[in-house]
């Protein structure tokens, strides 16, 4: 029987690496891709997009495991699709989780394209989440190293998109991973997981910004929730929901970001109670093929990294889902993604509006 053919979108990491490692053991025609991304002040910063370092290390791992290796230049749609729009969102006072959408029309998007136009079966990565497949169905699962999950960030793949991937490391634990790349003799098995996002360069977001989205640095008004002025700002794009570093010393208690109107070029400030919310509304729906209840209970994360909530759903229409939380969130923030879980199955995402 013919085997199935797998590309593996590599990075020079030890998760990629050994992605492409655990396919061919499995069986699977492996070849592996590396994007060529747009990235400012490129090749000096060791997270930046694709440096030369990386990859050399992606192809030295693909001449170990005798699989071919190419790499696709995207950097234009990139930086028009991904890289634009992050600066658009933050000067527009949104704070946008880019690498959510890169997943969604970059990797899933042009590059899977790519890979089923020229014959393959299946793109790969080296996300921590799982795939269950029952039929055409196919669920997007937490992976089992709660610590590493990234279903958050692929919870905006379509059924058609998720039916032709594979994400190998969802089994596994962190500490497994670079394990088996001791055993292979991958040279990328200790190498630092990537932090920053990707096309930043060596000095952080706020610096690009300066450079590309000065007006985001415009100096306004700081008021509070009646609308009384209070003070100045250095820029929206200085701000983020819940922050209290930076908003100047002197207040009879501490005060907190509690949203930003680009309008007014304003930054709202306001107590520790009046910060958390216990509602909001999601636009821009990828909701699975199973559906979702307005009448169910389901949990949500509304950070990357935060903690789920439950939460129940009070409308779905015109593309937007009203929700209602068990408990208030602190940092409930316009631009970042919500992900709404039943059990460990990723049910439905959207932006938060």
């Known amino acids: 029987m013919e085997r199935k053919k797998v590309v593996v979108a590599m990075s020079g990491g030890v998760d990629s690496s050994v992605a492409a490692a655990l396919l061919l053991d499995e069986g699977y025609d492996v070849s592996g891709i590396m ?3 747009w990235a400012d002040e490129c090749g000096e910063k060791e997270n930046s997009c694709c440096p030369p370092e990386a990859i050399r290390q992606a192809r030295e791992v693909a001449s170990i495991l005798g699989i071919p290796f190419y790499v696709l230049d995207v950097r234009d749609l990139f930086k028009a699709r991904i890289v634009d729009g992050f600066i658009s969102d933050y000067a527009n006072g949104f704070t946008p989780n880019p690498c959510f959408n890169c997943n969604r029309w970059i990797r899933w998007g042009v590059l899977l394209d790519f890979v089923l136009q020229n014959g393959n079966d299946f ?16 669920r997007l699962r937490k992976g089992v190293d709660e610590t590493k999950d990234q279903s958050y960030v692929l919870s905006g793949l379509t059924r058609e998109q998720l039916s032709h991937t594979l994400l190998p490391l969802g089994g596994y634990r962190k500490v497994q991973i670079r394990a088996i790349a001791r055993e292979k003799g991958l040279p990328v098995a200790d190498r630092r997981d990537s932090q920053d996002l990707c096309f930043v360069g060596k000095l952080g977001y706020r610096d ?82 199973g559906g979702i209840q307005s009448a169910d209970k389901y949990m949500v994360k509304t950070r990357y990294k935060a903690s789920p909530v439950g939460c129940s759903l009070i409308d779905i229409q015109n593309g937007k889902l009203d929700v209602i939380l068990e408990e208030p969130v602190l940092d409930i923030t316009p631009g970042q993604i919500a992900v709404f879980y039943d059990g460990d199955e990723v049910v439905a995402s959207g932006i938060i509006q």
């Open 35 to 37: 994007l060529k991304l």
């Open 123 to 138: 793109l790969a990565t080296g996300h921590y989440a799982r795939l269950e497949r029952e039929g055409e169905f196919v």
């Open 208 to 289: 690009f910004l300066k450079r590309h989205a000065p007006e985001a640095f415009v100096e306004g008004q700081m008021v509070d929730s009646s609308g009384m002025r209070v003070g100045t700002h250095a820029g929206l794009a200085n701000f983020t929901i819940g922050q209290r570093k930076g908003l100047g010393a002197g207040n009879r208690e501490p005060v907190y970001v509690l949203s930003k109107d680009a309008a007014q070029n304003a930054i709202v400030v306001g107590s520790r109670a009046e910060l958390g919310r216990d509602r909001f509304t999601a636009r821009d729906l990828n909701i699975s093929p």
